[in-house]
């Protein structure tokens, strides 16, 4: 099966599509199932924060999005791009997906070896056939946006981590992908970082930006999220408005996340 589609059976007014995904992974004779029938939907300009518990697989959610992580059935819809069971397409084949999804990891992953600067601009150049010229236009204006232009001649090593979560996040934005993936945006972030970053959020989706994101951080997804879902065990348990959801908890998963974040 052709694992990349350029005519996805995308629901009229949605952004992304999952649609039953499933994902086990073998070891040593053992088989573990990481994801169990996961679906969801998100529509343009909304907020969707994945919670739970470490090893509910949120991440892994986001890493199969952004086909980084084969999986076993179901299919991923996006603007352009679906994504099927199968072994991981070429990175050639996915020119479409990048510039549809846009990635900040939990760790940042900038190349170490570029200034915060380079690790914006490269994208643009890449994937886009950009002019250096335009592309360090386009960093600039991202940089400027999240408020770390003064950090553009520095490496990595020598920003904070809540730098290094901006200029991760001006990376990802570079190609002005519709749909922007972040893990754990909030973990390297002090309270009042956080507050600047939920304000950054909800201008991106109020700009008509979709966001899923995962976070263990209740305060944080009540004041960014339209829309949370809980997952336990590879499976979604409850799903709805953020506020209904973690103040009027149904599923002892929820609780138990709750219980987590008041320590």
């Known amino acids: 099966m052709e694992p990349v589609s350029s005519?996805?059976?995308?629901?009229?007014?949605?952004?992304?599509q999952?649609?039953?995904?499933?994902?086990?992974?073998?070891?040593?004779?053992?088989?573990q199932e990481v994801l169990r029938d996961i679906s969801l939907d998100l529509a343009p300009g909304r907020v969707c924060a994945l919670m739970g518990v470490s090893g509910a697989g949120k991440s892994t959610v986001l890493r199969t999005?952004?086909?980084?992580?084969?999986?076993d059935a179901g299919h991923i819809a996006m603007?352009?791009?679906?994504?099927?069971?199968?072994?991981?397409?070429r990175e050639s084949a996915l020119r479409q997906l990048r510039r549809t999804v846009g990635m900040v990891f939990q760790q940042h992953a900038l190349f170490p070896h570029l200034t915060v600067h380079e690790n914006v601009a490269l994208a643009p150049v890449h994937a886009l056939g950009a002019t250096r010229e335009h592309a360090g236009?386009?960093?600039?204006?991202?940089?400027?946006?999240?408020g770390v232009a003064h950090r553009r001649a520095a490496y990595p090593d020598q920003i904070s981590g809540g730098e290094a979560q901006r200029?991760?996040?001006?990376r990802a934005l570079a190609l002005d992908p519709p749909l922007l993936l972040m893990d754990e945006p909030t973990a390297a972030l002090d309270p009042a970082r956080r507050g600047a970053l939920a304000d950054t959020l909800r201008a991106l989706a109020a700009a008509g930006r979709t966001l899923l994101l995962t976070t263990h951080d209740i305060d944080f997804?009540?004041?960014v999220a339209d829309d949370v879902i809980i997952m336990a065990h590879g499976e979604i348990v409850e799903r709805g408005p953020?506020?209904?959801?973690?103040?009027?908890?149904?599923?002892?998963?929820?609780r138990a996340l709750l219980r987590f974040g008041e320590r």
């Open 7 to 16: 005519t996805p059976p995308l629901a009229a007014g949605l952004l992304l």
């Open 137 to 146: 236009g386009v960093a600039d204006a991202l940089l400027t946006s999240l």
């Open 79 to 89: 603007d352009g791009v679906t994504l099927t069971p199968g072994p991981l397409p």
């Open 65 to 71: 999005i952004v086909a980084l992580e084969p999986f």
């Open 221 to 223: 997804a009540k004041a």
């Open 167 to 170: 200029v991760a996040s001006a």
């Open 18 to 31: 999952v649609a039953q995904l499933r994902l086990a992974r073998r070891h040593a004779g053992a088989t």
């Open 242 to 254: 953020a506020r209904h959801v973690l103040e009027q908890p149904r599923h002892e998963a929820t």
